[in-house]
């Protein structure tokens, strides 16, 4: 795959370069403590890099192309998958897998938004857009999760709900209407993870539940810095102003008190390391899974409503 | 759908004699028919020759629906906080007061508890010309109030949605209002109490997505937009022109999303006649 370098992580990557060709020189010459300097100055580098990152960078450390993607994590941290299609109505959204996984001593119902790595997959899963089929098919598969006393997992990583004229017709709001009551009662623990992008509706229709976490370097608002940017700006130029303004990034949320908890990153980001990634995903994921492995449905659901309940600020 | 009653007037000449000026006309944005404001109150806001239906907001609303003098509004000092101390071109704050003066309206919903033929209803309604009938905070509490009134007092609910969407510049606040009214929503059926969702144009994005398409029986007006995605944003997406009558409440209808059409003028007994089944 070709490499996808974004403009803040050239310096560190030429920096990198230069070490490496310095260390093919290593044996020649006596260059260890100009090597080491050099090595010393990347650490610096990263850490003023990513310690200081606009809301807009981790808008785009969100989108990284090489970012994993939910099937990776199903790959990397899952003992056993048992894929379910199809929402019984329509057909088989493939901008969303979903099924039973093993997760160590934990049995649970993973389902995630997907994209695709390349223009053909892209196409094939939709860039991540779900269509109101793909809504239903997450329903029916928390509904079968609650039947079997299953605790869910949800990861978000969408650009919004697919806007076509198909979706339209076969009830797209309807659709996330509809999950976002369902879910608000089902009767097992559910937590929701943002991987990578949570944009709107599109990413809210499965993101109702008892946890909601996400990545370092994610993204989370009613809009797109793009489109807000375009309606309040009249020009798709301010998208950094508007993603200042939204303030969308997981500090944010979690100092919102919309987010529960943010989940750290390989430093520069998830897709400078898929498996450490997947490590600390798992991990985090375990703890939390143990919150509820004996815990009273009646008493987390009642936790669930109020938790949604007193989001908002109003003057009275 | 057929109804066989005949609605009856429910503005009392009295009402209609009140606050509307003399000698101002309006023309159909329809069929341009010139229309004095005083005959298109008394035809409810619509064309007298087409059945254009006006745009018309939470105070015309009230007075089509509720019997006279009945119904009692809360909250009406519920003005929206500034979570995030947005700016974009002007300040949010700024955007709010100078909406809130124009308009006279203290954000893009109002609720209250009134009788409809006699029955006690909770109702809430939302304004379009209050920022695009967004949701923000505000919206989003006096909606989930207005369930939890109807849950309180086991009465009806009836929601009447006109919104181009979530306010932006609540930002994830703005979102959140969908859950935490969809998790009331879902309370409320549970306690089985009856939920009317009215649709005036326009209704779409997060309003649409969450209590707008949740009711049990789902009332349109003829013509209104409705929809998740705005019709620009599709056609942008898909690249070709959109077919006549798309996302109009016919289409719908003709989809299985709406229960009926009704004319304005048949709303209250059309309403009043549901909750028959229903109580
Ligand atoms: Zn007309």
Same mark, same amino acid.
């Given at each position: 795959m070709a490499k996808y370098i974004l403009d803040f992580e050239k310096p560190i990557l030429e920096l990198e370069n230069k070490v490496a060709e310095m260390k093919k020189l290593e044996d020649n010459l006596d260059i260890r403590d100009e090597i080491s300097n050099l090595e010393e100055k990347v650490i610096q580098l990263k850490k003023s890099i990513y310690d200081n990152l606009t809301r807009w960078q981790r808008v785009q450390l969100a989108r990284h192309p090489e970012r994993p993607y939910t099937l990776d994590y199903i790959f990397m941290m899952t003992d056993d998958f048992v894929e379910l299609h199809g929402d *019984?109505?329509?057909?088989?959204?493939?901008?969303?897998?979903g099924g039973f996984c093993t997760i160590d001593e934990h049995k649970i119902m993973l389902i995630g938004q997907q994209k695709g790595r390349d223009t053909k997959q892209n196409v094939y899963r939709n860039f991540g857009m779900m269509n109101?089929?793909?809504? *239903?098919?997450?329903? *029916?598969l928390m509904k079968l999760a609650e039947k079997y006393n299953k605790p869910i997992v949800t990861f978000i990583d969408t650009p919004g709900a697919y806007p076509g004229l198909e979706a339209e017709q076969r009830g797209q709001a309807e659709a996330i209407a509809r999950n976002l009551m369902e879910m608000s009662r089902l009767k097992v623990p559910i937590i929701v993870v943002i991987i990578g992008e949570g944009d709107s509706g599109g990413a809210l229709g499965m993101g109702v539940g008892d946890r909601i976490l996400m990545l370092q370097n994610t993204w989370y608002s009613v809009i797109s810095p793009e489109s807000c940017s375009s309606i309040l700006w009249r020009s798709w130029e301010y998208k950094e102003q508007a993603a200042e303004a939204l303030k969308l990034s997981a500090p944010d949320l979690l100092e919102q008190g919309i987010i529960d908890r943010i989940v750290p990153e390989p430093l520069g980001g998830a897709h400078k390391d898929h498996k450490l990634m997947a490590a600390i995903l798992k991990t985090v994921l375990k703890e939390e899974l143990a919150l509820f492995v004996k815990a009273d449905p009646k008493k987390f659901l009642e936790k669930r409503i109020k938790k949604f309940g007193?989001?908002?600020?109003?003057i009275e | 759908m057929a109804w066989f009653k005949r &609605?009856?007037?429910?503005? &009392?000449?009295e009402s209609r004699k009140r606050e509307i000026p003399d000698g101002q006309w309006v023309k159909c944005a329809e069929c341009g028919e010139i229309i004095h404001i005083k005959q298109l109150e008394l035809n409810m806001w619509t064309c007298i020759k087409c059945d254009f239906h006006f745009r018309v907001g939470s105070r015309e609303y009230i007075s089509i629906l509720f019997d006279e003098g009945t119904f009692n509004e809360f909250d009406a000092g519920m003005k929206s906080g500034d979570p995030l101390e947005f700016t974009d071109t002007k300040k949010y704050t700024n955007r709010i007061n100078s909406t809130m003066r124009d308009t006279g309206l203290s954000d893009a919903a109002v609720r209250g508890i009134g009788k409809i033929e006699g029955r006690d209803v909770s109702f809430a309604c939302m304004d379009f010309k209050f920022i695009g009938g967004s949701m923000g905070s505000v919206v989003g509490e006096k909606i989930s109030r207005a369930i939890d009134a109807a849950i309180e007092k086991k009465i009806p609910l009836i929601i009447i949605s006109s919104s181009g969407g979530a306010r932006m510049m609540e930002g994830a606040f703005s979102l959140m209002q969908m859950a935490k009214t969809s998790a009331r929503l879902a309370k409320l059926n549970e306690e089985k109490i009856p939920y009317i969702s009215i649709l005036t144009d326009p209704t779409t994005g997060g309003t649409t997505a969450s209590y707008a398409m949740l009711g049990d029986i789902i009332i349109a007006e003829p013509k209104a937009l409705i929809g998740f995605a705005g019709p620009r944003v599709i056609k942008q997406t898909i690249g070709r022109d959109l077919p006549e009558g798309f996302q109009r409440s016919e289409f719908l209808q003709e989809n299985g999303f709406v229960d009926f059409i009704a004319h304005r003028k048949n709303l209250k007994a059309q309403i009043a006649k549901v909750l028959d089944y229903a109580l």
């Open positions: *019984r109505q329509f057909g088989d959204d493939k901008a969303v897998i109101p089929e793909g809504y *239903r098919k997450a329903l *029916r007193k989001m908002g600020m109003f | &609605s009856k007037q429910n503005i &009392s000449a």
